[in-house]
């Protein structure tokens, strides 16, 4: 006996790129039975003002409305922490107006804390890279065996409230080419027609395209959630999984084709570098020659410092236009006992000159990101970063940026501090932060910091700090003097409170 099983998928951030490889991977090459329809794409997440905020009752109206109409089976759905409350919070509406749905879940934020997507009424979770379970429970739908007994049973890969063990997830051995069909609905407001902005951050969704040609990093960051190591950790070829550059092109080629208004390619690896030379330099070669699209490339010290000037300059030729490293805070201290990254502040700074002389006669954009308000940071830390970022060189074309990011514990990492909340929020929020004062122990050191990130980096100023008054600033006497008076930092505090990405407007 077989079923049709008609499936949909949905996501809520536009950065949610897993949902994109899984379509990748179910649609390719017939790879599923004839009785199942993977229909494509619900892109349910609204504009950024709105991203944390319920649907209306028009948004809701129009996603169960096309549930029905289509008479979808199967859903499932990704979200992080802060969109919880728009697809997650309308599981159990859906399932009471269509009661044989069956709803899966998977992503980072499911993994890490399951016991909330139950509550709101999710079936089971994929507790890893999620392209092979559910192509095999697909194929199980697809047989007839029906949903309660296989939720029952717990299949590869999955996990449920009633039977929370699980056995872990197998992964395929390339990633997948991520998903470029047709979007279902679209809950979101449509941006305008335009050129997109310069800043890479501003560049319009819509004009561009998301890539990722391996996953896992060079570091192992107690901080991030992008790779939770606890899950994935005795996945041989999660760190390992790389897809060719030369099929990378291809693709690529083949959206612009179909899709010539997209003219900005985000390279999503956590470390594009982390290839040989001879693949960069072939990459760099082709992609030049077939596409030439300005890209944004992720990037590490110890990927840098390998690949050299030669290939990061290769890069810049192709149509590099940005290049993003984090370096996180200048003291070994920090990066070592807390962070557990694996570079030190002496890589770092190797690193910075090798950008710096691969791109200091192109207009490329070069972006630093520090951790900011760490709780365990000391003085001497602090001033070790403030060291880091002051001998970044400015004697070249390039745009050189500093990005601020309040040191977060993202949900299901091992980084975390009494009476701090457990959040993924990693964007500068400053505004709805007013305990930072009460987390760190050298207010005034790091809001002098959070003063420097707040822009470029120039020959006249660092951020919002010139060069001229910062000796000045880093008396000892007034140093002292500052961190006596918790009045005087927090009208500082107020006085002065960085706007989200202030620096880039």
């Known amino acids: 006996m077989t079923a049709h099983v008609r ?13 994109q490889f899984l379509l990748g991977h179910l649609l390719h090459d017939d790879r599923l039975p004839k009785n199942v329809d993977v229909q494509g794409l619900l892109v349910a997440h609204s504009d950024y003002q709105r991203i ?56 980072i934020d499911a993994i890490s804390d399951p016991v909330a997507y139950f509550r709101d009424g999710v079936d089971l979770i994929s507790m890893g890279d999620g392209e092979v379970p559910t192509e095999q429970l697909l194929r199980s739908l697809a047989e ?32 997948p080419l991520p998903y470029y069909g047709p979007k279902l609905i679209s809950l979101f407001e449509q941006e305008a027609d335009g050129k997109a902005a310069q800043h890479v951050q501003f560049v319009k969704r ?19 959630a992008q790779d939770l190591w606890t899950i994935y950790g005795g996945d041989s070829k999660r760190n390992s999984r790389r897809r060719p550059l030369a099929d990378i092109v291809d693709q690529l080629c083949a959206i612009r084709e179909d899709q010539p208004h997209r003219d900005y390619v985000y390279f999503w690896d956590l470390d594009f570098l982390r290839r040989s030379k001879r693949e960069l330099l072939e990459f760099a070669h082709s992609y030049k020659q077939r596409l030439g699209l300005p890209f944004f490339i992720f990037v590490t010290e110890k990927s840098v410092n390998a690949a050299d000037v030669e290939c990061i300059s290769a890069l810049v030729r192709a149509g590099m236009g940005t290049i993003n490293m984090g370096l996180q805070s200048g003291s070994n201290r920090m990066l070592s006992e807390v962070y557990r990254r694996k570079n030190t502040a002496e890589e770092a700074r190797q690193a910075i000159h090798t950008i710096h002389e691969a791109t200091r006669d192109d ?17 001497t830390d602090i001033l070790e970063s403030i060291r880091l970022i002051s001998e970044v060189p400015t004697d070249g ?29 990693d964007y500068q929020d400053f505004l709805s932060a007013r305990n930072l004062l009460n987390q760190t122990q050298t207010p005034y050191l790091s809001w002098l910091l959070g003063q420097m990130l707040r822009g470029r980096i120039t020959t006249a100023a660092i951020g919002s700090v ?40």
């Not at 499936?7 to 949902?19: E, H, N, Q, W, Y």
């Not at 972006?367 to 709780?375: F, H, K, Q, V, W």
């Not at 940026?401 to 959040?423: A, C």
């Open 466 to 505: 010139r060069r001229s008054a910062l000796d000045a600033l880093m008396q000892p006497e007034l140093i002292a003097a500052m961190e006596r008076d918790p009045s005087v930092m927090k009208a500082l505090t107020y006085a002065f409170v960085p706007r989200e990405n202030e620096g880039f407007q």
């Open 206 to 224: 819509a004009h561009a395209v998301d890539a990722f040609t391996q996953r896992g990093c060079t570091h192992a960051c107690s901080f991030c």
């Open 7 to 19: 499936v949909a998928f949905g996501c809520d951030s536009p950065m949610t790129l897993g949902i």
């Open 363 to 379: 207009d490329v954009e070069v972006l630093y990101d520090i951790i900011t308000y760490s709780p365990q940071e000391n003085q």
């Open 397 to 425: 074309r390039q745009r050189i940026r500093l990005s601020s990011h309040l040191l977060s514990s993202n949900t299901g990492q091992d980084l975390s501090y009494e009476n701090v909340s457990t959040t993924t929020k």
């Open 52 to 107: 944390e905020e319920p649907f209306t009752p028009i948004e809701y109206e129009l996603l169960a409305s096309h549930l029905e109409r289509e008479s979808i089976n199967v859903l499932g759905i990704s979200s992080v922490e802060r969109t919880r409350p728009r697809l997650l919070k309308s599981v159990r509406r859906l399932k009471e107006r269509i009661p044989d749905l069956l709803v899966l879940a998977g992503g």
């Open 144 to 175: 007839g065996k029906d949903c309660e007994s296989l939720v029952n049973d717990s299949p590869m890969g999955w996990t449920h409230a009633a039977n929370p063990s699980y056995t872990k997830s197998q992964s395929p051995d390339v990633v």
